[in-house]
Every structure is written in C-alpha cells, then in structure tokens.
T-cell receptor, first 115, second 112 residues
Framework: EAQVTQNPRYLITVTGKKLTVTCSQN?????MSWYRQDPGLGLRQIYY???????DKGDVPEGYKVSRKEKRNFPLILESPSPNQTSLYFC??????????????FGDGTRLSIL | DAKTTQPPSMDCAEGRAANLPCNHS???????VYWYRQIHSQGPQYIIHGLKNNETNEMASLIITEDRKSSTLILPHATLRDTAVYYC?????????????FGTGTRLTIIP
C-alpha cells in the first residue's frame, strides 16, 4: 500500500532534549515536505526537499533541521526543542512536477508536546 | 498562489449530494485547483484536482467554471465518514517547491 509513515505518532518531551521525527514514503517520490499545524494558523511549511541531498527552507524553518540522505526518508530534527514547537506535524510527499500537477500525500501526523 | 474563499461551515443530509463551493477569482492560467480534506486531526487527504476541465474520480467530482474563477466539489452520496474540513487550494509549483497553502476551509457536517 502506498503510504507516508511518520514516527512517533505522539511524543511528550522536555525542553532541550534533542528529538527526531522520522518520515518514510514507499512511492519513490522525489519531493518531500514537512508542515506544522497550529490552531488558527493552518498548515505552515517548515522544510522541503526536491530530491536526495537537496533541501530548502519553507516558511517557518527556525529551530528545525532536516536531511535527505535517501529518497524514501526525510527526518525532521529538533536539536533543542522549545515549548513553542508544540504542534501537530505532517510529512508529505509527491512526484516531482514543474507545474503543480502532482498531488501530495500526507502522513497521519505526529503530535509533539514540549514541556 | 491565488487566494481562495470558502464558506466556514455547511451541513448535508446523509445520502444526499454535498456541494462545496470555492471562489478563486484571482487564479492564474497555470494554477491548478486542488481539494483536500482533513478528518479530525488526521493528515490531509487528497481528493481531486483540475486545471480547466471538470474532473471525476472515485471520491468526488470537481466542476470548474468556464472563467475558472470558482469551482464546486461534489460528494455524490455523502456518508457520516465524509464529515471533515474541506480545503480548496489553487497552486502552481514555484522553482520546484510543491508547497500547499491551506486556508481555513469548510467544515462539512453530515447529518444522519
């Protein structure tokens, strides 16, 4: 089954303790992206990657890192999490397109609470 | 990406067709109209997209007006599981970033 898998689904942790949220897709998609969703603010893009070893900042990249060493994986790294990073996180992937003609597929989300 | 306007909420009786409108009067010629939905706090689910022509798939139909300034998503036989927030998005990939800009959407409630 074609899917985007995020782990963990839920995490409660403390300020400053490094954490990684993994994202894996089995559709051989070139493009992957991370969003965060907060009440009243909608979904905002954190980082994206157009292919292996190609990553770039989205709208709200501060406090986050990503890597794309393999096509299927796109982990989101919080080196020193802070309470304002408490949010619902989504990973998405799609085939690469030049005209926006490819739908993105989303994971089930990771609910992160930073105390 | 062009801005979209959707009603904040709608109700629809179970078994009836749900028609969700979207205005996108500033849409450009190369921008696609996408529809996604989000059930509770699950990941957004892709429904359908189109450029100019009407589109239909196993989930829904998309009707785009001739001037492309508005569209309607049709769920032909709504079920309780269709209760969700529905997002209309217009977009074109810029420099390879396939970013989706979600607005506030329409909260659709299916009434038994």
């Amino acid at each position: 089954e074609a899917q985007v898998t995020q782990n963990p689904r839920y995490l409660i942790t403390v300020t400053g303790k490094k954490l990684t949220v993994t994202c894996s897709q089995n559709m051989n998609h070139e493009y992957m992206s991370w969003y965060r969703q907060d009440p009243g603010l909608g979904l905002r893009q954190i980082y994206y990657s157009m292919n292996v070893e190609v990553t770039d900042k989205g709208d709200v990249p501060e406090g986050y890192k990503v890597s794309r060493k393999e096509k299927r994986n796109f982990p989101l790294i919080l080196e020193s999490p802070s309470p304002n990073q408490t949010s619902l996180y989504f990973c998405a992937s799609s085939p690469h397109s030049t005209g926006g003609n490819q739908p993105q597929h989303f994971g089930d989300g990771t609910r992160l609470s930073i105390l | 990406d062009a801005k979209t306007t959707q009603p904040p909420s709608m109700d629809c009786a179970e078994g009836r067709a749900a028609n969700l409108p979207c205005n996108h009067s500033t849409i450009s010629g190369n921008e696609y109209v996408y529809w996604y939905r989000q059930i509770h706090s699950q990941g957004p689910q892709y429904i359908i997209h189109g450029l100019k022509n009407n589109e239909t798939n196993e989930m829904a139909s998309l009707i785009i007006t001739e001037d492309r300034k508005s569209s309607t998503l049709i769920l032909p036989h709504a079920t309780l599981r269709d209760t969700a927030v529905y997002y209309c998005i217009v977009r074109v990939a810029i420099l390879g970033n396939e970013k989706l800009t979600f607005g506030t959407g329409t909260r659709l409630t299916i009434i038994p």
